[in-house]
């Protein structure tokens, strides 16, 4: 078979917008999922029994199912059970919102109880509310210890947009599917959107690189 | 006057008795030297003072506060009552400057400016002005610890608590942090010290307390005890430590 590059000049202009939409969805998803993970894995490592039994159950229920089910479940299913409507868009992000948040909560729950006791130690001998040495102290040093593992879920969050195929968002997944419907140029479509997302990722992978070395990893 | 007062105080970890209903007064400008076998309860009995250790039973009266009297109060306790770690503890984010100038800021709410030149002179104090803008990383055990006692003294806490503060440290690093400790005394500060070391306890020290069992044994003065230890647990125990 012949690779015809003119297929993929053709098919940029709607990859491009569906990679555009993919781009959207991970930001706004990963800083909800980011807002979410921080207060669940806060609430596992220090909260009372019941904030501790709360943030578990979430964890254990979102990464004890596939992202799949999860995302028709809030497009499908929530509409049947408690009448709330949500457009594609909406289900999508909300997916990565839930779904990031319970991973990214593990990090940070990992993150913070690494941190030598000694240092809590120091800062409550102080005479510091135990909320000013999570700010001040363990905090820094923590998040330092999250960006590699972050990097990671930041990467696969990305990915997993390609599953939102299942409820139609024309993100680049699905948009490579429509145009290789119509032309049946599988090779040189899916190529293309393969390096697109090699692309974001590499980029991805980039900016963390340079973050992960300008703080200096303790 | 009373500023440390252990009344019948017991801890304990789990099924374990760390201190055994221990009744100890301690008064302003005394230097006390903790001393005893690994296991013994000194370390306990330090951390219970600014209640990094909660007590199960008895009261511990610091500073005319109880340990017991709620988080607030125990914060006071904590601002009046210094301590230093054996491992230092310093804050690895801040240079030394930041780790001294910490606490006045976020504990007693100084200013930037004000909290920084403070902390400057500390340093300087301690002998490390030149060393300011180092990262504990980039310090010696015995600079970190120098640092780490500059840091305590930040907030002016009226007493000094010191866990075995150059057990960590080479010999040849010891005697600059005992040196700083020497000054601190000198000057009048309160300070209870868990130390093996006899020569500090000897010099420095005007009172000694031998500890087993999670009690008070022995209690007097350093340098009669040192020189005709009678307790044959405190003979024994001086014979292992030299």
Known sequence: MEFDWSVIGEAMPALLSGARLTILITIVGLVGGLLVGFLAGLMRAYGNAFLNAVAFAYVELIRGTPIVVQVMFIYFALPVLADIRVNPMTAAVTAIVVNAGAYIAEIVRGSFLSVHRGLKEAGLALGLPMWKVLVYIIGPVAFRRMIPPLGNQFIVSLKDTSLFIVIGVGELTRQGQEIMAANFRAVEIWSAVAILYLLMTGTLTLVLRVTEKRMRIL | MSIVEFRNVTKTFGPVVVLREVDLNIDKGEVVVLIGPSGSGKSTLLRCINALEEINGGDLVVDNISVKAGRSQVRHIRQEAGMVFQQFNLFPQMTALDNVAFGPRRVRGVGRAEALEQARALLAKVGL?????????????????????????????????????????????????????????????TMIVVTHEMAFARQVGTRLIFMEDGKISVDGNPAALLANPENPRLREFLQHVH
């Open chain 2, 129 to 189: 002005a030149e060393r300011g803008h180092h990262y504990p990383s980039e310090l010696s055990g015995g600079q970190q610890q120098r640092v780490a006692i500059a840091r305590a003294l930040a907030v002016k806490p009226k007493l000094m608590l010191f866990d075995e503060p150059t057990s960590a440290l080479d010999p040849e690093l010891r005697h600059e942090v005992l040196r700083v400790m020497q000054a601190l005394a000198e000057e009048g500060m």
